[in-house]
C-alpha cells in the first residue's frame, strides 16, 4: 500500500511539474508577443491551406494505421486499419486532457490489446512502430539541415552527412536478424553500466521489446522504414500548408528541419501534448529568418490543432465505447494450431 501511495505520488508530481511548465511557456510567450497580436493572427489565418493541412495530418494518421496493421499481422495479431486508427485516436484524446503521453499510450495499446487478445505482443508492437517512426524523421531532418545549412560553417554538412551515414548503417545492423540480437543485449549492458537504474531499466524494456523483431526478415524491416519515410513525407506537406496558413513563406527544406526539431523534442516529456514547447522553438528557429513571432507562434497552434481533430474523433469513439454502439472486447481466441481467429460481431465495426 505505502509503495502504490508513494508511486501515485511520485506521478502527480511530475504532472504537476509538466503543468507548470506548460503554463510558464505560455504565459510568457503570449506576454512577449503579445495576446492582441496572437488573436489578431489566429483570426487571419488563411483557411484554404488550412484544409489542406489538416486533409494531409489525417492521412498521415490513416497510413500510421496502416503500417500498425501490417506491423501486427507479421506477428500474427490480426487487425483492421480502421481499429487501429480509432485506437490512434483515443489515444490523441487522452493526450489532449491528460498531462503527459503514459494514460494515451496506454488508452492506444489497451484498444488493440482487447481487439486481438494479446498484450505483450501490441506493446512490442506500439515501441517498435515508434522507434522505426523517428529514424527517418532524423535523417531526413539532419540532411535538410545539411543542405540548407544555416550556419555557413562547411564542416557542418560534412558533419551531418557523416551523422546520417551512420545512423543508417547501426540501424540497418540493429534491425537485422543475425546482427540485431548481439547489439541489442550489447546496447542494454552498455546502458545498465553507465546510467541510472531509472533511464536503464526503460532502454532495457525497450530493447526487450524489439526482442521478438528479429526474427523477422531484412526485407520486413525495410518496408517499415519506407512506410514511415512515406508517413513523415505526408506529415511535411501537412506541415508546408500549415506555414502557409499562418502566412509564413520560406523553403521547404526549412521546414523539413525545423518539423524534425519538434518531433524530438515532442520525445522530452516536460509539457502536455508539446504545448508551449513547439511553440518556442518555432519562435527561437524561424524569427532569424524573418519570419515575425506572432506568425511562428501561430504555427504551433495550427500545427497543434491537427491534434485536436483526431482527438475528436477519439472522443465519438470513446462515446461510442461508452454506450455499446461498437465492441470493445473482439472475442479473438488462440487455437491449438497457434492461429488468431476474428469475431464475426465486430465485421461491421472494423472495416477498412
Known amino acids: 500500500m505505502t509503495k ?8 502527480g ?56 496493421k501490417r506491423l501486427m499481422k507479421e506477428a500474427d495479431m490480426e487487425i483492421s486499419t480502421l481499429r487501429a486508427f480509432l485506437a490512434g485516436s483515443l489515444s490523441a ?6 498531462p503527459g503521453d503514459s494514460l494515451a499510450s496506454v488508452a492506444k495499446w489497451a484498444d ?30 539532419l540532411i535538410a539541415f545539411a543542405i540548407h545549412n544555416p550556419t555557413d560553417n562547411p564542416l557542418i554538412p560534412a558533419i551531418l552527412g557523416i551523422v546520417s551515414v551512420l545512423i543508417l548503417v547501426i540501424s540497418i545492423y540493429f534491425y537485422h536478424p543475425r546482427t540485431g540480437p548481439k547489439i541489442n543485449n550489447l546496447m542494454g549492458k552498455v546502458s545498465t553500466s553507465i546510467l541510472p537504474k531509472s533511464i536503464s531499466s526503460r532502454i532495457e524494456h ?21 512506410r514511415s519515410l512515406m508517413i513523415i513525407l505526408v ?8 506555414a502557409i496558413s499562418a502566412g509564413i513563406d520560406l523553403s521547404i527544406i526549412v521546414l523539413l528541419w525545423v518539423k524534425s526539431i519538434i518531433l524530438i523534442a515532442r520525445q522530452l516529456p516536460i509539457s502536455i501534448s508539446g504545448l508551449g514547447v513547439r511553440e518556442s522553438i518555432l519562435v527561437a528557429v524561424l524569427t532569424p529568418f524573418g519570419v515575425v513571432d506572432v506568425a511562428a507562434f501561430s504555427l504551433g497552434i495550427i500545427s ?18 461508452t454506450f455499446g454502439w461498437v465492441k470493445w472486447r ?23
Do not use: C
Not at 484524446?93 to 491528460?98: A, R, T, V
Not at 481487439?115 to 531532418?141: C, D
Not at 525497450?206 to 519506407?226: D, G, I, N, T
Open 4 to 11: 502504490t501511495k508513494t508511486f501515485f505520488q511520485r506521478k
Open 112 to 141: 488493440l490489446s482487447a481487439a486481438v487478445g494479446e498484450k505483450s505482443g501490441v506493446l512490442n508492437s506500439i515501441l517498435y512502430r515508434r522507434l522505426m517512426r523517428l529514424m527517418p524523421e532524423i535523417v531526413v531532418g
Open 93 to 98: 484524446l487522452y493526450g489532449l486532457i491528460i
Open 13 to 68: 508530481v511530475k504532472l504537476s511539474i509538466r503543468v507548470l511548465i506548460t503554463l510558464v511557456l505560455f504565459i510568457v510567450l503570449i506576454y512577449t508577443i503579445g495576446i492582441g497580436n496572437v488573436i489578431d493572427a489566429l483570426i487571419h489565418v488563411k483557411f484554404p491551406p488550412l484544409l489542406v493541412a489538416w486533409a494531409f495530418g489525417l492521412f498521415s494518421h490513416y497510413l500510421e494505421a496502416s503500417q500498425m
Open 330 to 352: 473482439s472475442n479473438i481466441k488462440i487455437d491449438g494450431s497457434g492461429v488468431a481467429g476474428s469475431d464475426p460481431s465486430l465485421q461491421n465495426h472494423e472495416r477498412e
Open 235 to 242: 506529415g511535411y506537406v501537412s506541415f508546408y500548408f500549415a
Open 206 to 226: 525497450v530493447l526487450a521489446s524489439l526482442e521478438s523483431f528479429y526474427v523477422f526478415s531484412w526485407q520486413f524491416h525495410l518496408k517499415m522504414f519506407l
Open 304 to 321: 497543434f490543432t491537427n491534434n485536436i481533430i483526431y482527438g475528436l474523433i477519439g472522443a465519438g469513439y470513446q462515446i461510442s465505447l
